[in-house]
């Protein structure tokens, strides 16, 4: 229905209103403008890039400022910093502000968060500046392809950053004062995907059917890189990350010992990534004929104290940089496989049901009551009595 409308407004709009300037009126012109001198709006973008539009839509980039796990967070670095934590938090979650100034996070720009014409006006990135960005704002519009004939309305320039994991280490790495909080770029880069040069778009910008814009194909095809950009906030992504596996059950002398394998088969980081909130936890339980349970757990996760020795289990308090070591971190590389052993007192002769699961676990501390739980894989076997193996 939407979408019909959407086409029949676009005739109608292409009818009665033609370009300003040397273009010729084709079924792309629309009564659309760029700001030559600043951000132009998403929703601009979005009368010809409707699809890639829709999907950013979908993607924790467009909620970047509006996420209201964010926002609860940020406010507080704010409160708690004088006001420090501003040009710190929106460096990454709204960086059109360091040239904008809009700091509201409702403002115009601003309340799209990480938006099309951010990365698309970025020509290179330099790591060693604390702002990374090299921008070129107006009307040349920076992307993975060599030409744009069919683009009237803004130039297109071909980037390599656009290719390239480095686009995304400007965010997705942060080591306030020396201290790992976020190392999802190094994890890919010291692991298997950056050696077989696969990059993080192959992964979380996957291409899928469609345009690149209304009525006009990519060269390649009939193809668009996915804007989704889907995460931990994916259950479908969630579930292509880890493998289990009971690899045997022992019963000796009243002792059942169960070993179990976790594979990080397919995500391209350590398993789990990002903020270091986010935690896995291995369960294995055990149910006995009449009904009895049993269950263990091994808990994955990177745990990060403040210099005092209190661990820090909030987000506002990690992402001001008030880490100052990092005492545990077990979680998964890629592609390795970790194998757990889990014993129960379970007599010899009793048959027994053994499930194996993983769960992804995020509770932000900021607002009661909030879990997010998925269960990202499971295995499961029964053991006989007597019996060895399964
Ligand atoms: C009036 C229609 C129109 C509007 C509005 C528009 N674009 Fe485009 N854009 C196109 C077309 C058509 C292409 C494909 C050109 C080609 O491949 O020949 C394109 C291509 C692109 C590309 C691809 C570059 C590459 O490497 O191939 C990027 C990036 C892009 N646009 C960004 C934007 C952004 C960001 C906005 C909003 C600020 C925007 N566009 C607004 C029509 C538009
Ligand atoms: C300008 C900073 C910035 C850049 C560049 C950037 N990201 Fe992000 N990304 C963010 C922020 C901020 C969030 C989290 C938004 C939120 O949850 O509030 C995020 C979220 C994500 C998520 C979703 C995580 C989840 O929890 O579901 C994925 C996946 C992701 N980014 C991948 C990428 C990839 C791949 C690239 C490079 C192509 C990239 N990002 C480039 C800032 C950035
Ligand atoms: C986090 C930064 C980021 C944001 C935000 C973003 N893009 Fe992109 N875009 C990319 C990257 C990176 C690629 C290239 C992916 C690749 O080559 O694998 C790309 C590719 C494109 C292309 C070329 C697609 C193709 O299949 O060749 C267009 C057009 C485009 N983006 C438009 C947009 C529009 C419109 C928006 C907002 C609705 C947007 N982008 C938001 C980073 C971004
Ligand atoms: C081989 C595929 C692959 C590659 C390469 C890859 N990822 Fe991922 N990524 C995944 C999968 C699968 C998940 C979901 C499981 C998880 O959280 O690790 C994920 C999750 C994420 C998340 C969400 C973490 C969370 O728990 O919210 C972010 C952010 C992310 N990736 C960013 C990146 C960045 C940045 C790169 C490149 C430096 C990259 N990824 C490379 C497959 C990949
Ligand atoms: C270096 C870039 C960067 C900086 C600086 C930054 N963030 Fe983020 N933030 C991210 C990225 C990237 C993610 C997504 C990571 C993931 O999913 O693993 C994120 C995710 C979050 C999340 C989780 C959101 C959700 O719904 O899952 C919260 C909360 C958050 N940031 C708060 C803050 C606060 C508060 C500040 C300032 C004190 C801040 N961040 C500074 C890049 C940054």
Same mark, same amino acid.
């Given at each position: ?5 959407? &086409?029949? *407004? ?21 009564? %659309? ?10 929703? %601009? ?43 710190? /938090? *929106? ?7 360091? @040239? ?8 115009? @720009? ?44 803004? #130039? @297109? ?8 994991a480095r686009l995304c280490a400007s965010c ?6 020396? %201290? ?11 692991? $298997?995907?950056?050696?077989?040069? @696969?990059?993080?778009?192959? /992964? ?10 209304i009525g006009v194909t990519a060269d390649r ?7 989704? *950009? ?8 969630? =579930? =292509? ?35 270091? #909130? +986010? ?46 070591? &990092?005492? =545990?971190?077990?979680? &998964? ?7 757990? +052993?889990?014993?129960?007192? &379970? $007599? ?29 894989? +499971? ?12």
């Amino acid at each position: 229905m939407q979408f019909f409308l959407r &086409i029949a *407004l676009l005739l109608a709009a292409s009818l009665v209103f033609t370009f300003s300037g040397p273009l010729n009126a084709s079924a792309m012109d629309v009564k %659309v403008k760029l700001n030559p001198n600043g951000f132009t709006s998403s929703k %601009v973008c979005a009368e010809c890039h409707t699809q890639i539009y829709s999907n950013w839509k979908d993607s924790m980039h467009s909620r970047a400022t509006s996420d209201p796990i964010f926002r609860a967070s940020y406010y507080e670095a704010h409160y708690k910093s004088g006001g420090k934590a501003r040009d710190l /938090c *929106l460096r990454c979650h709204a960086p059109t502000t360091k @040239i904008t100034k809009e700091y509201n996070l409702d403002g115009k @720009i601003t309340s799209e968060g990480l938006t099309c014409d951010f990365c698309h006006s970025l020509k290179a990135i330099d790591m060693k500046e604390d702002f990374p960005f090299v921008l070129d704002i107006g009307t040349v519009k920076y992307g993975p392809n060599k030409k744009g004939s069919d683009a009237k309305i803004h #130039t @297109i320039m071909k980037s390599k950053i656009h290719t390239s994991a480095r686009l995304c280490a400007s965010c997705h790495e942060y080591r306030p004062n020396g %201290v790992a909080v976020m190392s999802t770029y190094s994890e890919w880069q010291n692991g $298997p995907y950056a050696l077989e040069g @696969i990059p993080c778009q192959r /992964c979380h910008m996957p291409e899928v059917e469609g345009e690149i814009a209304i009525g006009v194909t990519a060269d390649r095809g009939k193809k668009v890189y996915s804007h989704k *950009l889907a995460g931990g906030h994916s259950v479908v992504q969630l =579930k =292509k990350a880890l493998t289990l596996e009971i690899a045997s059950v022992q019963r000796a002398g009243g002792m059942m010992t169960v070993m179990a394998n976790v594979t990080n088969s397919g995500s391209g980081h350590r398993v789990p990534t990002g903020i270091p #909130t +986010r935690k896995l936890i291995l369960h294995c339980k055990v149910t006995l004929t009449n009904g009895k349970t049993f269950m263990e757990k091994k808990v994955y996760e990177k745990v990060l104290f403040d210099k005092d020795g209190n661990e820090l289990t909030n987000d506002a308090d990690i992402m001001m940089g008030l880490g100052d070591s &990092i005492v =545990k971190d077990n979680r &998964i590389y890629p592609r390795e496989t970790r194998s757990e +052993r889990f014993t129960f007192n &379970i $007599p010899d002769r009793e048959e027994a049901s053994i499930s194996l699961w993983v769960d992804y676990l995020y509770q932000p501390k900021v607002i009661q009551d909030m879990e997010m739980r998925v269960e990202m894989g +499971r295995a499961e076997t029964i053991s006989h009595p007597g019996g060895n193996k399964r």
